[in-house]
């Protein structure tokens, strides 16, 4: 595709559901990020992939968060058991290289009721 | 550990006005310092970027001020104007750390 894509691009699940979001990042970008945003907030950073390398797993708020990238391309964030808190817009990031333009998705609302 | 820190929070300014948006960062392994624009309910954009090699970049009404001894950065816009009203975001990154760092944002809203 053109751009980053993530799905979808709304989702309201009830507390203690588990969700999974997904990223397709620009097609041979080796850096994928996640990042959350809370309402009117800034960018809390999440995970960091890059390459074959192990994930940047160092923003992740707990142990309910996890995240896979799938042969070095889709990227899913699975939220395990989710709390009201949790309600946030999930934004993923592709870039090419280190230190390039890093490009972002539209992101997925997330609502916890 | 915010590695980027922001200035302000929020900013109002009258249409033809000029708007200042400073950061800061410790971390001097950074080595590319880029600025995001949001609009509401978008991703962030990359608006303009600088490394460290140079002081000054400049692309239309944007110029990045960048201070190394200092370690800040600055984003000005010039003749600022209503289509200006967004979320600015600084960031930094660095050969040696892998992740992009971002600031806690500034509301920007310029005033017709």
């Known amino acids: 595709g053109a751009g980053v894509s993530q799905s979808p691009s709304n989702k309201v699940t009830e507390k203690g559901k588990d969700v999974e979001l997904r990223c397709d990042p620009i097609s041979g970008h080796t850096a994928l990020y996640w990042y959350r945003q809370s309402l009117g907030q800034g960018l809390e950073f999440l995970i960091y992939f890059q390459g074959n390398s192990a994930p940047d797993k160092s923003g992740l708020p707990s142990d309910r968060f996890s995240a896979e990238r799938t042969g070095g391309s889709v990227s899913t964030l699975t939220i395990q058991r989710t709390q009201q808190e949790d309600s946030a817009v999930y934004l993923c990031?592709?870039?090419?290289?280190?230190?390039?333009?890093?490009?972002f998705g539209q992101g997925t609302r997330l609502t916890v009721v | 550990q915010q590695q980027v820190k922001q200035s302000p929070q929020s900013l109002i300014v009258q249409k033809g006005g000029i708007s200042i948006i400073n950061c800061a960062y410790e971390n001097t392994a950074f080595d590319y310092f880029p600025w995001y624009q949001q609009f509401p309910g978008k991703g962030p954009a990359l608006l303009i970027a600088i490394r460290p090699d140079v002081s000054e970049k400049k692309e239309g009404r944007f110029t990045i001020s960048f201070n190394k001894s200092a370690k800040q950065f600055s984003l000005h816009i010039m003749d600022s104007q209503p289509g200006d009203s967004a979320t600015y975001f600084c960031a930094a990154s660095g050969t040696g750390a892998n992740n992009l760092f971002f600031g806690t944002g500034t509301r920007l809203t310029v005033i017709p």
């Open positions: 990031a592709s870039r090419l290289q280190k230190n390039t333009e890093a490009f």
